[in-house]
């Protein structure tokens, strides 16, 4: 129970641009809530050049069933599954700093930067096991490209639960450039999505303001009443 707290009480740094050996593969760092002291290095298990490992972080509860809160790193310029910059995710032991496993995008697409932004959801399928989204904010979607998608993703097992799209699919949007949870909104004990499209056109179609204006969707993370509409809109 000591090191749970300890684990929860500390800060996971990113530093995507301070490569080991290869242009902009990254690394992450983990440091002490309590005294700020360097805890551990991660590294990227794939160190290609521009992997960008570390370019998102996020602490996602426990993944594993050890009881210590675990760790996901987003790396969206890997080459997942053979395709170019598809990007992968990773989830590493809070516990030992170990690799649990590597997390690909459902459907690779070329350039789509899955691992973009991670964050944590909560136990969103109720298996005992802290779940997370992952955003790729450059992913084809619905058949528009370069609008972008996100992923709800099982902490344990590591693959998809749901896919949660725009509404309606606009090229450009860059729809889950961002992630945040943390709040119930409607009421239902389930921990809800907030996800940004900084670049989504949100003026009517021939107005002269039409670009990027951008638009936050919240999504429910409650099972069944996902992927569907988001709840509210706001831009
Ligand atoms: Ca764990
Ligand atoms: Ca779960
Ligand atoms: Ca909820």
Known sequence: MRAAIALAAAALLAAPAMAANNPRTGRAFV?????????????????????????????????????????????PGVNALGV???????????????????????????????????????????????DLVVGAPKARSQG???????YFISGMAGTSLEILRMPVPQKGARFAFSAASGRDVTGDGVTDIMLGAPSENVAPPNSSKRA????????????????????????
Do not use: W
């Open 212 to 235: 990027n204006q951008g638009r936050v969707y919240v999504f429910s993370g409650q099972a069944n009443c996902l992927g569907v509409d988001p709840l509210f809109t706001r831009f």
């Open 144 to 150: 528009v490209g370069r609008t972008g998608e996100a």
């Open 31 to 75: 440091l002490s809530g309590a005294t700020g002291a360097p805890l551990r290095t991660l590294m990227a298990p794939d160190p290609i050049n521009e992997a960008l490992f570390g370019l998102s972080v996020a602490g996602v509860g426990d993944v594993n069933g050890d009881t210590i809160p675990d760790l996901a790193v987003g790396a």
């Open 84 to 130: 170019s910059r598809s990007g992968r995710a990773y989830l590493f032991s809070g516990a030992d700093g170990s690799l649990i496993r590597a997390i690909d995008p459902p459907a690779p697409d070329g350039g789509a930067r899955f691992g973009f932004v991670v964050a944590a959801t909560g136990d969103l399928d109720g298996d005992g096991a802290g």
